[in-house]
T-cell receptor, first 109, second 117 residues
Framework: DAKTTQPTSMDCAEGRAANLPCNHS???????VYWYRQIHSQGPQYIIH???NNETNEMASLIITEDRKSSTLILPHATLRDTAVYYC??????????FGTGTSLTVIP | GAVVSQHPSRVICKSGTSVKIECRSL??????MFWYRQFPKQSLMLMAT?????????EQGVEKDKFLINHASLTLSTLTVTSAHPEDSSFYIC?????????????FGPGTRLTVL
């Protein structure tokens, strides 16, 4: 499975959009990009996933570049409850998820 | 509501004892479950893939004789940490992969905090 690179940490003001980047330059054509988040001492929570088209759901939007080498998770109006570690994962044909180091997002009042 | 449950949520045991952690799929039958371990301030590390009715598949570097996995039914997988030592203290998390035809998303349990004294 392709490796992902994310910034270690980010801050975002409450009510503003949080844009979390992820680099996956070695992604293959059949590999999906998944985003999960983990609030302290809890299990990871699914956010969104996509292959090549941009995706949106009630939680977030996922923007994947045309060459698929990077993506951005957008939380449109960050709240204090969005403070968490956000993981970008590239998953191939197998069902295993290999987590990287993630981005620790802190939403500031 | 919760899709995956784990029991217990936290456990403290003495060094040398064995501890069993249960992972239950509440919403669907799952032929495949996964076990992860997470040390403080670190990411999740996949330990093994639990396959219903067959042997688990372990990731490189994970001792299969120390971390026994039993997936006896389509809704239950157990992880037994045998002869636990303080270095086994960690946050253990399971996940469930839905049957094919449903979403390809994995659902994670709430985790079990193991402390070995």
């Amino acid at each position: 499975d392709a490796k992902t690179t994310q910034p270690t940490s980010m801050d975002c003001a409450e009510g503003r959009a949080a844009n979390l980047p992820c680099n996956h330059s070695t992604i293959s054509g059949n590999e999906y990009v998944y985003w999960y988040r983990q609030i302290h001492s809890q299990g990871p929570q699914y956010i969104i996933h996509g292959l090549k088209n941009n995706e949106t759901n009630e939680m977030a939007s996922l923007i994947i570049t045309e060459d698929r080498k990077s993506s951005t998770l957008i939380l449109p109006h960050a709240t204090l409850r969005d403070t968490a570690v956000y993981y970008c994962i590239v998953k191939g044909t197998g069902n295993q998820f290999y987590f990287g180091t993630g981005t620790s997002l802190t939403v500031i009042p | 509501g919760a899709v995956v449950s784990q029991h217990p949520s936290r456990v403290i045991c003495k060094s040398g004892t064995s501890v069993k952690i249960e992972c239950r799929s509440l919403d669907f039958q799952a032929t495949t479950m996964f076990w992860y371990r997470q040390f403080p301030k670190q990411s999740l590390m996949l330990m093994a893939t639990s396959n219903e009715g067959s042997k688990a598949t372990y990731e490189q570097g994970v001792e299969k004789d120390k971390f026994l996995i039993n997936h006896a039914s389509l809704t239950l997988s157990t992880l037994t940490v045998t002869s636990a030592h303080p270095e086994d203290s960690s946050f253990y998390i399971c996940s469930v992969h839905p049957p094919s035809g449903r979403t390809d998303t994995q659902y994670f349990g709430p985790g079990t905090r193991l402390t070995v004294l």
